[in-house]
């Protein structure tokens, strides 16, 4: 799962700062368990939740703005591998049930994940 993670995410961001790498590295295992949050992701970075906030304020990021994006780039990739079913790729992104995942995803991107899935397979 890792190997496809680091894969999904090789293309992006190549200018990003090393503190939203090195949270999207932390961020990445903890989502199958539902466990990304803050605090846990501080605490595998070894330091505290308010020295991380500060730390991504000053950087200009936000968490929950992290968290989105690295969700959404994975979905975008794991949805080509059509061994993966939606409700797969809802688990390994945090999401306990294929309505919340289907909800978020059409809020980050304006179109449903299994409509995605049809246009990219029927692209190939």
Same mark, same amino acid.
């Given at each position: 799962?890792?190997? #496809?993670?680091? =894969?999904?995410?090789?293309?992006? %961001?190549?200018? $990003?700062?090393?503190? %939203? ?32 906030? %500060? ?5 200009? *990021? ?5 968290? #989105? ?6 979905v975008t990739h794991y949805l080509s591998d059509t061994n993966l079913s939606?409700? =797969?790729?809802?688990? *390994?992104?945090?999401? =306990? ?22 246009? *990219?397979? $029927?692209?190939?």
């Open positions: 799962m890792l190997n #496809n993670c680091d =894969q999904a995410l090789a293309h992006r %961001r190549p200018n $990003a700062s090393s503190l %939203r790498v090195a949270i999207e590295n932390a961020i990445t295992p903890l989502l199958p368990h539902g466990k990304a949050r803050l605090a846990v992701v501080a605490q595998e970075l070894g330091v505290g939740r308010r020295t991380l906030a %500060r730390r991504l304020t000053a950087e200009g *990021l936000g968490f929950s703005e992290i968290l #989105n994006q690295l969700r959404s780039d994975l939606i409700s =797969q790729i809802a688990w *390994l992104i945090g999401y =306990q049930g294929i309505g919340a995942f289907s909800h978020s995803y059409k809020r980050w991107t304006g179109w449903n994940p299994k409509r995605v899935r049809e246009k *990219l397979m $029927a692209s190939r």
